[in-house]
């Protein structure tokens, strides 16, 4: 006997809605039922382009929301507008993924988690990179205590040229740029790793070099397209996070974690989470001489992790189960965005706030 329907929403028809379409479609047993978007005529103009023929178009997600047959959505908005959508739907009754960045603030974020933990309804955050192989291929490690005790963590990258347009870049819009727009990846892959640690104080700065510049002036940007920070955990150990959107470097150099057992070097030339790893390296000793492993890549016609993260949700949607990335979990990288954008303004350390 088949399995009944999810039927699901999107909220929000821009270019992220279309890759959550593509993977629902090669979910078996998902109907896509209903297409939202405030631009008016764009819900439609999304359901023709993708012949989404049983969905239906509205402008204003609530309305959306009163659909019963509806079980879940995909919010796909703007990031300063994943906050309302996402908890309107919890308590509405309805399961969310929702795009990362979580929200364009820790506020926002912690209101979400109230409200999926009130509502009783999974909030799960599409962080696709907690599905790359080869990340959890270098979590296994961290996770087996070959490393031993971890007390220097580096992460973080950059893109040559990589400053994106429209929504991206406007305050009211974004809440934030590349801090909290690919920054994100990083922070919560590497916490993922550690085991979710909390943040204690945090000491961090942002800069925008290239927004004055052409070819990018004309946009007008109004964020930052850099950002470092120096965090420390409560395990005792210290990590060090830079992020570009545009530099004038190819790299901002590997991932690495040390302990006092071994360490751990990941290669991904965009940062964990926003492009594929290339390398894996262990260094430890072994029979007090040190040695030098070179981990074996997953294949690359291994799933995606896309449609993983896609097929995870409506999994845990159809069992009533946990969601695969809880947000109470995704809090713990928001605090640490949170207290680099206060830092960045007050010229001091500061502290993390508790979640």
Not at 142 to 151: D, K, R
Not at 185 to 212: C, E, N
Not at 231 to 255: N, P, Q, Y
Not at 277 to 285: A, K, T, Y
Request: net charge neutral; proline share 5%.
């Amino acid at each position: 006997m088949s399995e009944k329907p999810v039927r699901i929403g999107i909220i929000g028809a821009g270019g992220i809605a279309s890759a959550h379409l593509a993977a629902y479609r090669q979910v078996p047993g998902v109907q896509i039922r209903a297409v939202c978007d405030v631009v008016a005529g764009k819900a439609e103009e999304f359901i023709r382009r993708h012949a989404v023929e049983e969905a239906e178009a509205f402008t204003d997600h609530r309305r959306l929301l009163a659909e019963d047959s509806i079980e879940a959505v995909s919010v796909c908005t703007p990031h300063q507008f994943h906050h309302r959508p996402t908890v309107d739907a919890l308590l509405a009754g309805k399961h969310v993924m929702c795009e990362k960045p979580m929200a364009a603030s820790l506020a926002q974020a912690m209101e979400m988690v109230e409200a999926a933990e009130r509502a009783g309804r999974i909030l799960t955050i599409g962080f696709q990179s907690r599905y790359d192989a080869n990340v959890d291929l270098a979590r296994r490690v961290v996770v087996s205590g070959q490393l031993g005790a971890i007390y220097y963590v580096e992460t973080g990258g950059g893109r040559r040229r990589g400053i994106p347009g429209g929504s991206f870049v406007k305050r009211d819009t974004a809440g934030g740029g590349a801090l909290l727009d690919i920054g994100c990846y990083s922070l919560d892959t590497v916490l993922h790793m550690l085991g979710h640690p909390r943040a204690l104080r945090v000491a961090g700065m942002t800069a925008a070099p290239f927004a004055g510049r052409p070819p990018y002036r004309e946009r007008g940007i109004e964020v930052e397209d850099f950002a470092a920070a120096w965090v420390r955990l409560e395990t005792g150990a210290t990590l060090l996070f830079k992020i570009a959107w545009a530099m004038h470097a190819d790299s901002l150099g590997t991932s690495l974690l040390l302990g006092d057992e071994g360490g751990l070097r990941i290669e991904a030339p965009g940062g964990l989470g926003d492009a594929g790893v290339r390398r894996l390296e262990l260094f430890h000793d072994m029979g007090g001489m040190p040695v030098h492993t070179e981990l074996p890549l997953a294949r690359s016609d291994e799933p995606r992790p896309f449609l993983r993260k896609i097929g995870h949700f409506i999994a845990a949607v159809r069992s009533h189960g946990q969601a695969p990335i809880p947000g109470h979990q995704v809090l713990r990288s928001m605090a640490i965005i949170d207290a680099i954008y206060r830092s960045a303004q007050s010229g001091r350390e500061e502290v993390v706030a508790t979640v």
